[in-house]
Nanobody, 126 residues
Framework: QVQMVESGGGSVQVGGSLRLSCAAS????????MAWFRQSPGKEREGVAV????????LYRDSVLGRFTISKDNEKDTLYLEMNSLKPEDTAMYYC???????????????????WGQGTQVTVSS
């Protein structure tokens, strides 16, 4: 059974930075498309950033472009999300996810991802 465990969330002030990590089961990073999603109370889950198996292709939602960076360490099977210039609207539970093994398209749609971590909370206050 796949395991994905997020960490690194916390409370920061506007303009601050956080680095999220997602430790995944062996070989997950090299075999699967992986992504970060977030969800605020009362809102639908939304894709934040996605990275392909090789780590060379990425896609971001417009609102985080230039502020967030997704990356991964294939040897450690760990996914990262570097978040800078944080805004109150970034406040949410952040989840890492992986797509099914045969899915290669860079997608930010929750329906394209089959396995999820439990999430880590990010709170940005002004």
């Amino acid at each position: 059974q796949v395991q994905m465990v997020e960490s690194g969330g916390g409370s920061v002030q506007v303009g601050g930075s956080l680095r999220l990590s997602c430790a995944a089961s062996r070989n997950t990073a090299t075999r699967y498309l992986m992504a970060w999603f977030r969800q605020s109370p009362g809102k639908e889950r939304e894709g934040v950033a996605v990275i392909d198996r090789k780590g060379s292709g990425t896609l971001y939602r417009d609102s985080v472009l230039g502020r967030f960076t997704i990356s991964k360490d294939n040897e450690k099977d760990t996914l990262y999300l570097e978040m800078n210039s944080l805004k109150p609207e970034d406040t949410a539970m952040y989840y890492c996810a992986r797509a099914r093994e045969t899915f290669y398209e860079l997608s930010l749609l929750p329906k394209d991802f089959t396995d999820w971590g439990q999430g880590t909370q990010v709170t940005v206050s002004s």
